[in-house]
């Protein structure tokens, strides 16, 4: 398996000016005065014009007395909605753990949804609780089991991510104590989710990333323990040992799950060399569409980072063609706008269609985050084409489906674009304006960088 940290590749540091590169061709056909007449545009420009007006999302879900109900984002929402609105983050993660048990969760999935709480737990333990970070931990792990409820029941469930936002609704202490119990917060399952229900169906479908060897589970969980706590050599080694294991049971899809997990070990600490060889022994062991469609993206993203333009797109291809037999919208979605982002930088025109095909398929989905993304990306890709009313209408897009899914970083560089433009037309008024809700945004953010920059931008206008 060549399991070591020694003699290998380090990933290549690109500081990639995607502007300069689309415009490059561009200046080569124009003028000298016309060529420096675009490098000073190519400074400043982003985005111009933002139409969309921001509102307060949460507004509408707030209980209010009168004849006029208030229209609540979901179910559990609604059921909630006149209730004690106070409950200690300490309850949550209690009823998250008692959830995971509920439905049958397998060990793995167990651990990775763990994984997340570890995190949780690090923070509400603080003076001062970063509450984003423990509400997109929270999605991520009730993403988690909402996922393993939908397989197992072969029905979309949203129950868990339901009852998570329906508390995010909620006066949230996030100053962990166990003491302060609200008991009228209980996650409420449908009947088809009962513990029978999903413990039936286990017995009639075997789930191939469950270890059915006892040893080999064990083995696995705990290389996974290593590897959340961040120790890669040590995670490495007992991933070594669970593998030989899975070998000597003959288990090909916890082999191909092995060496996933190895691969993105080596892949989080740049050693690219056994980062691909590992995604590509995981390929090769597994008929799960998941798992190669992870790999292959994987491999996508390492030979991106370092400009291998023609494997990128070979195995972002693959990752489309695996995620739709998959049913994962969100991964093709992504995979298509990665392509386009490629024609992009070589500025050629096709990347629109690509754009228009990840835009569809995001549609389709329920992921805010994913819009949000590819809507960024073609508002780049038309400022870059010299575009600025398209590339407007996709920022706008992309800062309203940002703050839709909780991400007011991105929400922010979205704004930050649009005020960029707005300078190259002086339109100052408009850029400021841009840059205060920019502002707003990230102001409890732990985004430095983003902060310092929307305040420089801002003192120059001034």
Known sequence: MGLNLNSVYQRPYFIQDRRNQVRKK??????????????????????????????????????VHNEHPVQ????????????????????????FKNTAIAIGTPDDLKEEVSGYLALIEKQVT?????????????????????????????????????????????????????NDVNPEFLVKFPEETATAKVEEVQKEQVNPFIPQDTELKKLFIKAKKMSYANKPKEAIEAFQTALERANEVDDKET????????????????????????????????????????AHYSMAEIYNDVNQIEPAIDHYFSTVSYAGEAENLSAQSKSMTKIGNIYSDMYEQTAFDYYEVADT??????NAKIKGYVSSSIGDAYDKFGDSPEALKAYSKAVKNYIDADSPE???????????????????????????????????????????EINNTLVSIS
């Open 410 to 452: 991105k929400a922010a560089q979205n704004y930050l674009n649009a005020a960029e433009i707005m300078l190259e037309y002086k339109n100052e008024n408009k850029a400021k304006s841009l840059l205060e809700k920019a502002k707003k945004l990230v102001q409890d953010s732990d985004d430095l960088n983003l902060m310092t």
């Open 26 to 63: 561009q200046d080569e056909e124009r003028s000298t005065s016309n060529a420096q007449r675009e490098e000073q545009t190519n400074q400043n420009a982003r985005s111009k014009g933002l139409q969309y007006v921001e509102h307060n999302n949460y507004a509408a879900y707030q209980p």
């Open 126 to 178: 603080k003076e001062t609780p970063n509450s984003k970070l423990i509400k997109s931990n929270l999605k991520n792990a009730a993403s988690i089991l909402d996922n393993y409820i939908s397989k197992t029941l072969d029905k979309d469930s949203k129950v868990v991510e339901n009852w998570v936002d329906a508390l995010f609704l909620q006066q949230i202490d996030f100053k962990y104590n166990e």
């Open 361 to 366: 398929i995001a549609e389709e989905t329920d």
């Open 72 to 95: 609540y984002p979901n179910e559990v929402a609604t059921a909630l909605a006149q209730r004690n609105p106070n409950i200690n983050i300490a309850q949550i993660l209690k009823d």
């Open 255 to 294: 082999q191909s799950k092995i060496f996933l997990e190895v691969g993105k070990i080596y892949d989080d600490h740049d050693y690219l060399a056994q980062a691909l060889k590992s995604y590509n022994q995981s390929v090769q062991r597994t008929k799960d569409c998941n798992v190669k469609t992870r």
